[in-house]
């Protein structure tokens, strides 16, 4: 018998990714917790427009609140409409990756750091203009869901390439 060969990559990580349906591979590297999240931004975006719809129709004001960005009135007002666009932007990044879109994992990054980005603003605007320091919460687990994507980033990578 002769020796394996250590330039060969490891058995187990080719097998995973050898299949022929390279979206079930990338649908694997996603942990639960994260697809959670993600089918959460998902009705999140749906609810939105359902949101600004009925508001639209009956003349009532819409409450939206995400990342310590806050507005109550019309959903037509820039803001209320600047924040709709990071609720949609994040569903449409989650879809992107549950359903393991080439472009998914990249959208996720990028509305990642755009959401702690936002938070950090946030915070920093309300020490400055309030006077009080409000700690946000979201990045406890936008940082390890950031980190993760990274983790799982080059084998997403390898998966597209061998779907090509």
């Known amino acids: 018998m002769s020796s394996p060969n250590p330039y060969n990559p490891p058995l187990a990580e080719v097998g ?3 299949s022929s349906d390279s979206a079930v591979d990338r649908k694997k590297l996603i942990p639960l917790w994260i697809k959670i999240f993600g089918w959460v931004f998902m009705v999140m975006g749906a609810g939105v ?3 600004a719809i009925v508001a639209v129709a009956i003349d009532q004001p819409a409450s939206y609140d995400i990342f310590g960005l806050h507005y109550r009135g019309s959903p037509l007002d820039p803001i209320a409409l600047l924040i709709s666009a990071i609720i949609l932007s994040l569903a449409v990044s989650a879809y ?3 359903f393991a ?3 998914g994992l990249n959208a ?3 509305t990642g750091y755009g959401g702690v980005a ?3 603003g946030t915070t920093a605007y309300s020490a400055i203009s309030h006077g009080s320091f409000t700690l946000r919460l979201e990045p ?3 940082v390890p869901y950031l980190l993760k994507l990274h983790r799982i980033r080059p084998l997403w990578l390898r998966s597209e390439r061998r779907a090509q």
Do not use: H
Request: charged share 10%; proline share 5%; hydrophobic share 65%.
């Open 118 to 120: 936002v938070c950090l």
């Open 16 to 18: 995973e990714l050898a």
């Open 108 to 110: 996720c990054l990028v």
């Open 49 to 51: 427009l359902v949101m």
């Open 140 to 142: 406890l687990v936008q």
């Open 101 to 103: 879109r080439p472009w």
């Open 96 to 98: 992107g990756l549950l």
